[in-house]
C-alpha cells in the first residue's frame, strides 16, 4: 500500500522552511495590493481619461461609480460563494476577472467600453477582499491572528499610498493605459503561485443561494453607496440622493427582516450577536471612515491649495504607510499582553491628536511638515487596526469566518463611503459659504479646515468607544499563545 502523496504547497513550505500559512499570506497580499491600489490610481488619473474620451459633463463620474456599484453586489455574496464552491477556486476565480478586466480597460476606445470593463473589474475585486480574508484567517489559529493582521496592514495601507505615486509616475512619462496594465504582471503571479500551491476548501454549512439575500442586499447596498457618493456635489436633498439612499435604506430593512428568518442567510446578522464582532465593526465603522475620509481629503488639499503635482502629493503622503509598517510588527507582539482594549484605545486618540495641526494649517505649510504629520499617523493607526483586524474574528468559528468576512467588507465598504460623503458635503457647503459665497481660496481653506476636523472627531470618538466597549476577555483566544498538537 503506497503513502498517500503530500499536496504541493506541503512539499514547498517543506523545501522553503515555511509555514502552509505563509503561502496563504503571499497570494491574499498580492490580490488584495492591485485590488486596492488600482482605485487610487484611477482616481488620480481621472482628468486625463475625461480628456482622452472628450466627456465634458459628469459621465466620467461613472469610471468610479460603475466599480464601486459592482463591489456593492459581489461583496456581500463572496461569503456564501467561497464557502459553497471553495474559497481557493473563488479567490482564483476573482483575481483572474480582475486581471482580465485590467487589460480590457487599457484597451478601451470609448467611455462606454471603459465603464463596462470597470463594472467587470468590480466583479473580482468584490470577491477579492472578502474570501481572502477568510482564507487568512482560517489558516491562522486564533493565537496568531495579530499576526495575520500585520500581513493584512501591507496591502491596505501601503497600496492606496502607492497608488498616487504610481500612477502620477505613469501617466506622466507613459500612457494613461499602464494604470490598468501595472495590475497585470501582479495578477499572473498571484493566480499562477495561488493555483500551484494552495489548497482548497469548502463548508459544508453553506447551504442553498439565498436568492431574496442577493437581490435585496445587492440593491439596496448599491443604492446606499450611489447616495453618498452623490451627495456632496448634488445635495442630500436632490431627488436622486433621496430616491436612491431612502431606497437602499428600506431594503436594507427588508434585507434584515429577511435574513433572520432564513436558515442559510447570504448576509449572517446573527453575527453580530457576538459582542466581540460587534463592538470591533462599530469601532472599525468610526474609524475607517474617518480613515478613507482624510485619504480622500489630503490629496485634494495638497493639489488643490497648495499646487503639489499627483506625484509629489503621493510622495507626501507616503509616510504614513512607511509609519504603519515600522511599528505594526511591534503591536502585534504587544497584542498578547496589552490587549485590543488599551491599544485601540491609544492608537486612535492618538492618530486624532496627530491629524489635529491639519485643522489649523495655513498655506505656507512645509512639505516636511506634511511628512511629519502623515508619520505620525501612520504610527499610531498601527496600534487601531492591527488589534482591531486581530480580534474582530476573535471568536468566529472557522464555518463562519466566510459570511463574517463578507459582513466586515461590506461594512467597511459603507463607512469609507460615508466618511468621505459626510465629510466632502463640509469641505464643499463651507468653501462656498464661508466668506459669502464668492468660493475664494480662503473660503476653500476654511472648507478644509473643518473638513479635517471632522476626520479627527470621527477617529476620537471611536477611541472613545473602544475604551468603553472593547473587553480584552473577549478576545483571550488571540491573545494567549495555545500548544501546538502534533
Given at each position: 500500500?503506497t503513502?498517500p502523496?503530500?499536496?504541493?504547497?506541503d512539499?514547498?513550505?517543506?523545501?522553503?522552511?515555511?509555514?502552509y500559512?505563509?503561502?496563504?499570506?503571499v497570494?491574499?497580499v498580492?490580490?488584495?495590493f492591485i485590488?486596492?491600489m488600482?482605485t487610487?490610481?484611477?482616481?488620480?488619473?481621472?482628468?486625463?481619461l475625461?480628456?482622452?474620451?472628450?466627456?465634458?459633463g459628469?459621465?466620467?463620474?461613472?469610471?468610479?461609480?460603475?466599480y464601486?456599484l459592482?463591489?456593492a453586489?459581489?461583496?456581500?455574496?463572496?461569503?456564501?460563494?467561497?464557502d459553497?464552491?471553495?474559497a481557493k477556486?473563488?479567490?482564483l476565480?476573482?483575481?483572474?476577472?480582475f486581471t482580465?478586466?485590467?487589460v480590457?480597460c487599457?484597451?478601451?476606445?470609448?467611455?462606454?467600453?471603459?465603464?463596462a470593463f470597470r463594472i467587470?473589474?468590480?466583479?473580482?475585486?468584490?470577491?477579492?477582499?472578502p474570501v481572502?480574508?477568510a482564507?487568512?484567517f482560517r489558516?491562522?489559529p486564533?493565537?496568531?491572528?495579530?499576526r495575520?493582521s500585520?500581513?493584512?496592514?501591507i496591502?491596505?495601507?501601503?497600496?492606496?499610498a502607492?497608488?498616487?505615486?504610481?500612477?502620477?509616475l505613469?501617466?506622466d512619462?507613459?500612457?494613461?493605459?499602464w494604470?490598468?496594465?501595472?495590475?497585470v504582471?501582479?495578477?499572473l503571479?498571484?493566480f499562477i503561485f495561488?493555483a500551484?500551491f494552495?489548497?482548497?476548501?469548502?463548508?459544508a454549512?453553506?447551504?442553498?443561494?439565498?436568492?431574496p439575500?442577493?437581490l435585496?442586499?445587492?440593491?439596496?447596498l448599491?443604492?446606499?453607496?450611489?447616495?453618498?457618493?452623490?451627495a456632496?456635489?448634488?445635495g442630500?436633498?436632490?431627488?436622486?440622493?433621496?430616491l436612491?439612499?431612502?431606497?437602499?435604506?428600506?431594503l436594507?430593512?427588508?434585507?434584515?427582516?429577511?435574513?433572520?428568518?432564513?436558515?442559510?442567510?447570504?448576509?449572517?446578522?446573527?453575527l453580530?450577536?457576538?459582542?466581540m464582532?460587534?463592538n470591533s465593526?462599530?469601532?472599525n465603522?468610526l474609524?475607517?471612515?474617518?480613515?478613507?475620509?482624510?485619504l480622500?481629503?489630503i490629496?485634494?488639499?495638497?493639489?488643490?491649495?497648495?499646487?503639489?503635482?499627483?506625484?509629489?502629493?503621493g510622495?507626501?503622503?507616503?509616510p504614513?504607510?512607511l509609519?504603519?509598517?515600522l511599528?505594526?510588527r511591534?503591536?502585534?507582539?504587544?497584542?498578547?499582553?496589552?490587549?485590543p482594549r488599551?491599544l485601540?484605545t491609544?492608537?486612535l486618540?492618538?492618530?486624532?491628536?496627530?491629524s489635529?495641526p491639519m485643522?489649523?494649517?495655513?498655506?505656507?505649510?512645509?512639505?516636511?511638515?506634511?511628512?511629519a504629520?502623515m508619520?505620525?499617523?501612520?504610527?499610531?493607526?498601527?496600534?487601531?487596526?492591527?488589534?482591531?483586524?486581530?480580534?474582530?474574528?476573535?471568536?468566529?468559528?472557522p464555518?463562519?469566518?466566510?459570511?463574517a468576512?463578507?459582513?466586515?467588507?461590506?461594512?467597511?465598504?459603507?463607512?469609507?463611503?460615508?466618511g468621505v460623503?459626510?465629510?466632502?458635503?463640509?469641505y464643499i457647503?463651507?468653501?462656498k459659504?464661508a466668506?459669502?459665497?464668492d468660493?475664494?481660496?480662503?473660503d476653500r481653506?476654511?472648507?478644509?479646515?473643518?473638513?479635517?476636523?471632522?476626520?479627527?472627531?470621527?477617529?476620537?470618538?471611536g477611541?472613545?468607544v473602544?475604551?468603553?466597549?472593547?473587553?480584552?476577555?473577549?478576545?483571550a483566544s488571540?491573545m494567549?499563545?495555545?500548544?501546538t498538537?502534533?
Amino acid at each position: 500500500m503506497t503513502a498517500p502523496s503530500t499536496h504541493l504547497a506541503d512539499r514547498l513550505a517543506t523545501r522553503l522552511g515555511i509555514e502552509y500559512k505563509w503561502i496563504v499570506a503571499v497570494v491574499f497580499v498580492l490580490g488584495l495590493f492591485i485590488d486596492i491600489m488600482d482605485t487610487t490610481i484611477v482616481n488620480v488619473a481621472i482628468p486625463t481619461l475625461a480628456s482622452e474620451f472628450k466627456v465634458t459633463g459628469t459621465g466620467i463620474e461613472w469610471l468610479v461609480l460603475g466599480y464601486l456599484l459592482s463591489l456593492a453586489v459581489w461583496i456581500p455574496a463572496s461569503g456564501w460563494i467561497g464557502d459553497k464552491f471553495g474559497a481557493k477556486r473563488t479567490f482564483l476565480f476573482a483575481l483572474f476577472i480582475f486581471t482580465v478586466a485590467s487589460v480590457l480597460c487599457g484597451t478601451a476606445t470609448s467611455l462606454g467600453q471603459m465603464i463596462a470593463f470597470r463594472i467587470l473589474q468590480g466583479v473580482g475585486g468584490g470577491m477579492l477582499t472578502p474570501v481572502g480574508t477568510a482564507m487568512l484567517f482560517r489558516a491562522f489559529p486564533p493565537q496568531e491572528r495579530a499576526r495575520a493582521s500585520t500581513v493584512l496592514i501591507i496591502p491596505t495601507v501601503i497600496a492606496p499610498a502607492l497608488g498616487p505615486i504610481v500612477g502620477g509616475l505613469l501617466i506622466d512619462h507613459t500612457s494613461w493605459r499602464w494604470i490598468f496594465y501595472v495590475n497585470v504582471p501582479i495578477g499572473l503571479v498571484g493566480f499562477i503561485f495561488g493555483a500551484l500551491f494552495l489548497k482548497e476548501s469548502k463548508e459544508a454549512t453553506a447551504g442553498k443561494f439565498d436568492v431574496p439575500g442577493f437581490l435585496l442586499s445587492g440593491i439596496g447596498l448599491a443604492g446606499v453607496l450611489y447616495a453618498l457618493s452623490q451627495a456632496p456635489d448634488h445635495g442630500w436633498l436632490s431627488p436622486s440622493v433621496l430616491l436612491t439612499g431612502l431606497g437602499g435604506l428600506a431594503l436594507f430593512a427588508l434585507l434584515v427582516v429577511v435574513e433572520t428568518r432564513v436558515e442559510q442567510p447570504m448576509l449572517a446578522f446573527r453575527l453580530y450577536r457576538e459582542r466581540m464582532f460587534r463592538n470591533s465593526n462599530t469601532i472599525n465603522t468610526l474609524s475607517y471612515g474617518s480613515f478613507a475620509a482624510f485619504l480622500f481629503l489630503i490629496p485634494q488639499f495638497l493639489q488643490i491649495m497648495l499646487g503639489y503635482s499627483a506625484l509629489d502629493s503621493g510622495l507626501a503622503t507616503f509616510p504614513q504607510a512607511l509609519g504603519i509598517i515600522l511599528v505594526s510588527r511591534i503591536v502585534g507582539r504587544l497584542y498578547h499582553t496589552v490587549g485590543p482594549r488599551r491599544l485601540v484605545t491609544f492608537g486612535l486618540i492618538t492618530c486624532s491628536l496627530c491629524s489635529l495641526p491639519m485643522a489649523f494649517i495655513s498655506l505656507d505649510v512645509s512639505s516636511w511638515t506634511i511628512r511629519a504629520l502623515m508619520l505620525g499617523r501612520g504610527l499610531s493607526m498601527a496600534f487601531a487596526f492591527v488589534p482591531l483586524q486581530a480580534a474582530t474574528y476573535a471568536n468566529i468559528t472557522p464555518s463562519d469566518t466566510g459570511r463574517a468576512s463578507a459582513i466586515f467588507s461590506t461594512q467597511r465598504q459603507v463607512s469609507a463611503a460615508l466618511g468621505v460623503a459626510i465629510l466632502s458635503t463640509v469641505y464643499i457647503s463651507l468653501s462656498k459659504h464661508a466668506g459669502g459665497g464668492d468660493n475664494s481660496i480662503d473660503d476653500r481653506l476654511t472648507g478644509f479646515h473643518w473638513a479635517f476636523l471632522g476626520s479627527v472627531v470621527l477617529m476620537f470618538v471611536g477611541g472613545i468607544v473602544a475604551h468603553i466597549v472593547l473587553r480584552d476577555s473577549d478576545a483571550a483566544s488571540t491573545m494567549h499563545p495555545q500548544p501546538t498538537r502534533g
